[in-house]
């Protein structure tokens, strides 16, 4: 599996900055939006192009334009829905296909209560969007199910990974690729990354 933590100022900036105890509703969910924006700029930087010539101011003139599959982003409800914007921002023509899935708080596991796909998620490349990686089974669940349908080219990106949930979407999904501002250090006993977030669905729509 491809993993790749994005290096780069500006995430590593704004990631710090989320971690602080007492950041705001607004603060967290603009950096869940801005973070999501520009890991979706690495994730797509190998998207191929073709040449095509258009008419110009003057005359004929070549330019380069995205090939190939057309994009769905894909939530997974609740915390992804704040990622999806930055998503959006630079795929405007995006279809959106929605997951629901929440983790049981006393087993950890993935509980799915939704879903609503693109009809041509099989030909689609999908890019999933939730903030946090913890023992990976929402990720693993959500990745099944658009297999299921057909889907066979994805992209997931996530802010903050626990090394656990990593090792485990490896073993279960080897093709697919997976960007992310910070590999944390590990899960504490209740599943949740440490030093990581907290709760980022609490925090992104403000409910603790
Ligand atoms: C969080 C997070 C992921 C999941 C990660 O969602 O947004 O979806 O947990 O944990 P995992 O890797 O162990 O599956 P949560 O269940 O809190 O739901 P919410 O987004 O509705 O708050
Ligand atoms: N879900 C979260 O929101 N945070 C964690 O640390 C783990 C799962």
């Not at 933590?5 to 990631?15: A, D, S, W």
């Not at 914007?85 to 509980?111: M, N, W």
């Not at 090792?167 to 440490?194: F, R, T």
Request: hydrophobic residues 40%; negative net charge; contains cysteine.
């Amino acid at each position: 599996m491809q993993v790749l933590e994005v290096k780069h100022p500006l995430v590593q900036h704004k990631l710090g900055l989320m971690r602080a105890k007492d950041i705001s509703t607004i603060e967290f969910r603009t950096l869940t939006r801005e973070v999501g924006s520009l890991l979706t700029y690495e994730a797509t930087k190998d998207l191929e192009l073709e040449k095509v010539t258009i008419d110009g101011w003057n005359g004929p003139v070549e330019i380069e334009r995205i090939k190939g599959k057309k994009v769905t982003v894909v939530p997974i409800l609740r915390a992804g829905l704040g990622m999806m914007d930055g998503v959006l921002e630079h795929i405007p023509s995006a279809r959106i296909s929605v997951v629901g899935i929440y983790r049981d708080e006393e087993t950890l596991k993935p509980v799915p209560y939704f879903s609503k796909l693109a009809g041509d998620i099989n030909e689609r490349l999908a890019i999933i969007v939730d903030p946090m990686l913890a023992t990976g089974g929402s990720l693993i669940e959500t990745i099944s199910l658009l297999k299921s349908k057909g889907c066979t080219s994805i992209k997931c990106i996530v802010l903050v990974a626990a090394p656990e949930g990593i090792k485990a979407l490896e073993q279960a999904h080897p093709d697919v690729e997976l960007y992310c501002a910070s590999i944390d250090d590990h899960l504490n006993s209740h599943g949740y990354i440490i030093p990581g977030l907290g709760d980022a669905g609490d925090k992104i729509f403000g409910t603790k």
